[in-house]
C-alpha cells in the first residue's frame, strides 16, 4: 500500500468490461476523490488524451499490474496513477490487452455504482468533462526497465526503486510479465537534483 504509490492527488476509479463495437474492452475511469479538488482534465491534454468529440487516441500509456491494483502510466507526465483493479478485470486485460482510459474532470463519490458511472458518462458529452485514449496492456521498454533496474515510470535508475508489479511485452503469444520497479515516490524531475 505505502511505497509503491504515486498519487497526484486523491483519486477515485471504476474499472469494469463494457461492450463496443470492437468487441469486449476493459475500460477504466478515473476521477478525483470526491472531496478533492477537481481537475484531471489539464492532465489528461498534456498526456495526449481526447475528449469524446476527436477521435480516439492511443498516446501512449502503459500498464503494470499488481495483485488488486493496477498503474497507469503516463510517460509525457513521468507520472503514473495508481488505481484498484479487481482480479476479474486484470484477467481479462492480460487476455485482451486493450483498455480505455477515461480521465474526468469532476469528482465521482468513491461508493458510485456502475448506474451512477454510467450517467456520468452520459453528462460528459458536454465539453470538458471527460479524456480518452486507448492503449494495450504489452508494450515496448527499455531492456533496464524489464529487468527492474530502471523506474518502470520515467526510465531512470535510483537505489530505492520498489517494486511496484508486472509489466508486460509482447510476444507471438501471451504477453510476457516482468516483475518491474519504480521509484517509491513522485519520480525525481532531473537526474543531477540530488547530487
Ligand atoms: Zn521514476
Redesign the pocket.
Known sequence: MAAAEHPLRELSAWTWIDSTPDGLVSMVLITPAADGPPGLGALAERVGLRQPSEPLPSPGLRLVLHDGYAMVILPQAETALRIPADTGWADFVRRSGTVIVILGEQALAAGATRADVDRYLLDAVMPGRIWLGKTRLAADYASAQVRGET?I??G?AGRDLTPVGYAYTPTTGAPLGWPVA??PGP?PTAPEEKS
Open positions: 523506474c515510470i520515467c531512470r519504480a521509484h519520480c
